[in-house]
């Protein structure tokens, strides 16, 4: 079993919907990095928690240290957060990488 | 230069020759990585620097060497280069080792026939 755990792995969502990728770790981390690649693009750094929640724009990014799992939501998806979505945690020197979740959105 | 840069951008290899990916970040971090991307597999360390001077191995070190001879760049060298190692390289860095955000390089896109 994987340290981190994505789901779901795909997801395709028509524009306007709201969407929730799930983020499970069964390490203890210092914290939770969710990051963001467009195809054959480079990784940009959505939000960087290690309690409670953050938001920025439609984006929001909750963390539930106890129950070791992070969740990212997107309110009123859009054809341009067609993207790959990971999750990496942050463990002493390194960071452990989910496999990423694949989203696209339909216009 | 802003953030981290990554040089070249892409590169075809003949198998057997060496091949040095260079990067280079102004954010004085003291710590960076080196990191493989393939299809299905997601992002693998390979190397790491907690501090100029000093040097790890990640999860897939084998084939690969780096140097840290100075706080911005941390080169990557192949010393003969294999097809297995077609992907795309990514440089990060971060402020301290471990708990503190990495920022990502562009990435290399590097094809070995």
């Known amino acids: 079993k994987n340290e981190v755990e994505q789901s779901p792995q795909n997801l395709t969502a028509q524009e306007g919907e709201f969407i929730t990728i799930n983020c499970s770790y069964s390490?203890?981390?210092?914290?939770l990095h969710w990051l963001q690649q467009h195809p054959g693009g480079g990784i940009v750094s959505l939000f960087m928690l290690s309690s409670g929640k953050k938001k920025h724009g439609r984006l929001i990014a909750t963390i539930n240290i106890q129950e070791k799992h992070s969740s990212l939501h997107i309110t009123a998806s859009h054809p341009r957060d067609s993207a790959v979505y990971i999750c990496?945690?942050?463990?002493?020197?390194?960071?452990?990488f989910g496999t990423g979740t694949r989203l696209k959105v339909l216009a | 230069i802003a953030g981290i840069t990554q040089a070249p951008t892409s590169q075809i290899l003949a198998a057997g020759r060496r091949m040095t990916l260079r990067c280079t970040q102004d954010m004085r971090h003291n710590a960076m990585y080196w990191y493989r991307q393939d299809l299905g597999l997601g992002l693998r360390l390979i190397h790491y620097s907690n501090t100029a001077g000093t040097t790890g191995k990640g999860e897939v070190p084998d084939g690969y060497s780096v140097s840290r001879a100075n706080t911005d760049d941390f080169p990557l060298t192949l010393a003969s280069a294999v097809p297995s190692q077609t992907s795309v390289y990514f440089c990060?860095?971060?402020?301290?080792?471990?708990?503190?955000?990495?920022?990502f390089g562009p990435g290399t896109r590097l094809t070995v026939l």
């Open positions: 990060a860095s971060s402020g301290a080792s471990g708990d503190n955000e990495q920022f």
């Open positions: 390490v203890g981390i210092s914290a």
């Open positions: 990496a945690v942050a463990r002493t020197y390194k960071y452990i």
